[in-house]
């Protein structure tokens, strides 16, 4: 699993998208956001994966036209840059925008590997065992988010493990 980390980023840039669920009720007395009659909370979640929706389709063409280095390197600049409003948000409203921008960010880096995978390897035989992995490796980022997000959650409140 570590290897597969190291080769394919995908797993370390889908693994914000499901993190954030672990600490939704500390985020909710901290942004004084009530959780019904609707789980207002539920917007930053929604906003990351509106953002990986609607800003793909705008960003991962541009990497056909200007290479997929600049489309990389465009993608994780703006996804490391949400990052860090996202984590010292001090209104709710920036954390759903700087979820937004990343999330959007984070989808089209992993959807400019799949044209990568097809510039290295020709052929559909060829091609299905990397882009096997690098599918496998996003929904195992994704899976992996809560338990790290759980961990953080605990370490920044100081409860113990027992």
């Known amino acids: 699993m570590g290897q597969m980390i190291q080769k394919n980023p995908s797993v370390l840039v889908a693994i914000p998208a499901s993190s954030y669920s672990g600490g939704q009720l500390q985020m909710a007395k901290q942004f004084h956001v009530k959780n019904r009659p609707f789980p207002l909370m539920q917007w930053a979640t929604m906003s990351f994966q509106m953002g990986a929706a609607f800003l793909p389709p705008i960003l991962v063409p541009l990497s056909e036209s200007w290479g997929r280095m600049p489309g990389y390197g465009l993608g994780y600049a703006l996804y490391i840059i949400c990052l860090f409003p996202s984590a010292f948000a001090q209104k709710f409203a920036t954390l759903i ?52 997000g759980g961990g953080l959650q605990r370490i920044s409140i100081g409860t113990s493990w027992k």
């Open 97 to 148: 925008v700087t979820r937004f921008l990343g999330g959007g960010a984070a989808a089209a880096t992993i959807n400019i590997i799949g044209g990568t995978i097809s510039d290295i390897w020709r052929g559909s035989v060829a091609r299905s065992r990397p882009m096997s992995l690098c599918a496998f490796s996003g929904v195992a980022g994704i899976a992996i988010g809560p338990c790290i």
